[in-house]
C-alpha cells in the first residue's frame, strides 16, 4: 500500500498539555430562552417551569442563558431568580431587531430574524457590536445585579469574544458544533464535540499557543454522533444529543443517547472531557417531555455512580483551565454506529477523520489549522451574508470535495493511546501514528511549512490584510479622510426634497422644498438611513484581501465564486463539487 503524503501550509506550535486515562466526565446543561413570540411550542411559562422542575428534582446544575428581549419578561425574569443556588444565568447573544432599534443601531427588518447579518454579532460594523454588546451586559445587570459568567449564540467572532473577556471578564462560549447546511449555518472543520480555547486568527479554530489564544474558552452546543453526523444536511446533523433532533426528528430513543453519550464523555481518554445536553425553551411539545425526563434522570444515574460530573458553564470553565492551564488538549474520540466506525485526532494543528466501512479504511477528512496568520474578515468588517458560512479548508472533505482516500481493505485494526500519541495499527504490518504536530506511517501529513514567514505589517497591511493591490496604501487614506466628509443626505417624501445635514440617528438639518423649511427635521430611528448618502457615494468600494482572499488567491479569478446565496440551508448545498472551499468562497475546476 503506497504511503499518502500531505504537506500543507499552516503554523505549527507544538501543545504543552498532555493526555491519561480520564479523571473528569463533564456534562453541561444549557437551555436558552429567548423572546416568548418565538417559542414554538407555545408562550406558557410552563414550558420553562418543567425545564427547572426536571433539573431541579435531580439537583443537577443547569446553565440558562436568556436572551436581551426576554430580559424584558418579568415572569421569565422571577423563574431566573428564584433557581436553586447551584444553577448559572448567562446571557444568549442573539441579536432581536426590539434590541437593534432600541440601542439604534440598523437592523436589516427586510430580511428573516434568523438570517445570519441579523441574527449574529458578526452582521454588524465593529461600533454596533460594541453597542449591542453593553445593551445586554447592562440590562442583565440592571436584572440580576452582576454581569453574567457565561454567555453564547450559535456563532460569535474574535472580535466580539475579545471585548466581552476584556471588558466583562466572562471567557466561556456556548457555539456551535460542527454542521455544515443546517438552519442556513456553516459552521465546519473545527474540534468534534469537544471544548477549545478560541484562536485570535478564527473562531472556529483551536488556539495553538498562549500567544494565539483569546482566552475565551468554547464549548459546542448539540454535540453530533461523530460517525452517521459526518455530512452536508439536516438529515445527518439531526444524529446529535439533543432530543428534538434524535428523538422528534429521527425516531431514537434514550439508548441512542446513552451510547453517544458514552462514546463523547466515558470512552474518551484525556483529563478531562465535556459534553453539553441542553434544549432550546419551548422547542419541544409536551409529547416529548418523558424523554428528557429519562435523559435527566440517566445523567443523574451516572452523576450518582461517580461517572459523570453535571457542571455550569462557568464552573466547566474553571476546570477546564486548571487542567489544560493555556494550551489546548489533543483529544481522540472514536464511534461505530450501522456497520460503520469512525476515528477522530483533534489536536491544535489539525483534524483527522478515519473511517472503517465493510473492512475497508478512509481517510474522509483532514485539515491543518491555521493555515495562515491572517484574522477573520469578521474581525474587521461586518459579515453580510444571509446565510452564516465559516469553514476550515480541507485537504480531505468528502462532504464538500468527494475526494475521500480509499487505504484498501484492512484486517485487525487495534487503537493504542499513549498520552497525546495514537497508533493505529492493522493488517499487521501498517501502521498509522498521530502525534500533535504530524501523522506518520501510512499517511503522513506535516501541518508546518519549515520556510512558513510571518505576516508583516505597517500601515498599509497587517494580520487583518489590506485593501486589493495595487496601490493599497492610497486606497486606506482614502477611505480614512472619506469618514470625515460632511454627512450630507437627500431624499424625496410627499414630493418634496429634503436636503441637509444629518445631525444625528433620527435628526437632519436640512431644507426642505418645494414646501419651505430651513431647520432640523425628525424622522424615526432607521428613516434617515434610507436617505441617499453623499459620504457613501464619494467613499470608494475598494475591495479587501483578507484571510478568506488569501486562501483563494492562486486560483484564477473566474474559477472563485463568492457564497452569496440566499438565506437558507438548501442555498449552502450545492450539487458540483469545489475543489477547494473556504468561510466565503468556492473554487470550481
Not at 126 to 137: E, G, H, N, T, V
Not at 245 to 264: E, H, I, M, P, S
Request: charged share 20%; hydrophobic share 35%; net charge neutral.
Amino acid at each position: 500500500m503506497a504511503k499518502i503524503i500531505f504537506i500543507s501550509l499552516c503554523l505549527f506550535f507544538l501543545s504543552a498539555s498532555t493526555a491519561f486515562s480520564a479523571d473528569v466526565n463533564a456534562v453541561t446543561l444549557v437551555f436558552p430562552i429567548r423572546d416568548r413570540q418565538l417559542w414554538r411550542s407555545g408562550q406558557e411559562i410552563s414550558h420553562l417551569t418543567k425545564l427547572v422542575s426536571i433539573t431541579s428534582a435531580h439537583r443537577l446544575p443547569a446553565t440558562w442563558l436568556i436572551q436581551y428581549d426576554a430580559l424584558y419578561d418579568e415572569e421569565i425574569v422571577t423563574n431566573l431568580r428564584e433557581l436553586p443556588s447551584f444553577n448559572e444565568v448567562g446571557l444568549f447573544l442573539e441579536v432581536s431587531r426590539y434590541q437593534a432599534e432600541s440601542n439604534i443601531v440598523p437592523y436589516d427588518f427586510l430580511s428573516p430574524w434568523t438570517a445570519s447579518k441579523n441574527i449574529f454579532l458578526s452582521g454588524y460594523d465593529l461600533a454596533s457590536r460594541q453597542i449591542l454588546i453593553d445593551s445586554a451586559f447592562e440590562k442583565f445587570k440592571s436584572v440580576f445585579g452582576y454581569y453574567p459568567k457565561s454567555f453564547g449564540a450559535w456563532y460569535i467572532d474574535v472580535f466580539s469574544l475579545e471585548y466581552i473577556r476584556d471588558k466583562y471578564k466572562a471567557d466561556v462560549a456556548l457555539g456551535l458544533a460542527d454542521q455544515y447546511s443546517t438552519d442556513g449555518y456553516q459552521s465546519w472543520g473545527q474540534y468534534i464535540n469537544a471544548p477549545y480555547y478560541v484562536s485570535k486568527k478564527s473562531a472556529i479554530e483551536p488556539s495553538n499557543s498562549p500567544e494565539d489564544n483569546t482566552g475565551v474558552l468554547k464549548v459546542l452546543w448539540a454535540p453530533r454522533e461523530p460517525t452517521l453526523s459526518y455530512g452536508g444536511s439536516v438529515e445527518q446533523s439531526n444524529f446529535s444529543l439533543q432530543i428534538n433532533d434524535y428523538y422528534r426528528g429521527k425516531g431514537l430513543n434514550t439508548a441512542y443517547f446513552d451510547r453517544l453519550l458514552r462514546a463523547l464523555t466515558l470512552d474518551v481518554q484525556a483529563p478531562l472531557s465535556q459534553v453539553t445536553i441542553g434544549l432550546e425553551v419551548s422547542e419541544i411539545e409536551q409529547a416529548f417531555y418523558p424523554e428528557l425526563d429519562r435523559v435527566i434522570a440517566l445523567i443523574a444515574k451516572y452523576h450518582k455512580e461517580g461517572k459523570i460530573t453535571p457542571l455550569t458553564l462557568s464552573y466547566f470553565s474553571n476546570l477546564f483551565r486548571e487542567t489544560y492551564q493555556q494550551d489546548n488538549p489533543t483529544f481522540f474520540i472514536k464511534s461505530a454506529q450501522q456497520g460503520t466506525s469512525s476515528y477522530w485526532y483533534m489536536s491544535p494543528n489539525y483534524r483527522l477523520g478515519l473511517f472503517l466501512e465493510k473492512d475497508r479504511l478512509f481517510i474522509r477528512d483532514l485539515r491543518a489549522y491555521h493555515q495562515n496568520g491572517y484574522r477573520d474578515n469578521d474581525q474587521l468588517f461586518p459579515d453580510r451574508h444571509a446565510n452564516l458560512v465559516r469553514l476550515v479548508p480541507a485537504s480531505i472533505d468528502q462532504v464538500v470535495y468527494g475526494n475521500q482516500i480509499d487505504l484498501g481493505f484492512i484486517d485487525n485494526l487495534t487503537v493504542k493511546q499513549q498520552d497525546q500519541t495514537v497508533t493505529i495499527t492493522f493488517s499487521q504490518d501498517k501502521r498509522i501514528t498521530l502525534f500533535p504536530d504530524r501523522a506518520e506511517g501510512e499517511i503522513e501529513f506535516y501541518p508546518q511549512p519549515k520556510n512558513r514567514q510571518p505576516i508583516r505589517k505597517n500601515y498599509c497591511h497587517n494580520e487583518f490584510g489590506q485593501y486589493q493591490p495595487p496601490f493599497s496604501c492610497l486606497k486606506k487614506l482614502i477611505v480614512y479622510f472619506s469618514n470625515y466628509l460632511p454627512d450630507i443626505r437627500y431624499s424625496k417624501i410627499d414630493g418634496n426634497l429634503i436636503l441637509g445635514l444629518r445631525s444625528g440617528p433620527e435628526h437632519i438639518f436640512a431644507v426642505r422644498l418645494p414646501k419651505f423649511k430651513v431647520g432640523k427635521f425628525y424622522f424615526q430611528f432607521n428613516v434617515l438611513d434610507s436617505f441617499i448618502s453623499l459620504r457613501k457615494f464619494l467613499t470608494p468600494d475598494f475591495k479587501w484581501f483578507g484571510k478568506q482572499e488569501f486562501e483563494v488567491a492562486s486560483y484564477p479569478p473566474e474559477k472563485i465564486v463568492p457564497k452569496d446565496s440566499e438565506y437558507g440551508q438548501e442555498h449552502l448545498l450545492q450539487k458540483e463539487k469545489p475543489v477547494l472551499e473556504n468561510g466565503y468562497y468556492r473554487v470550481y475546476p
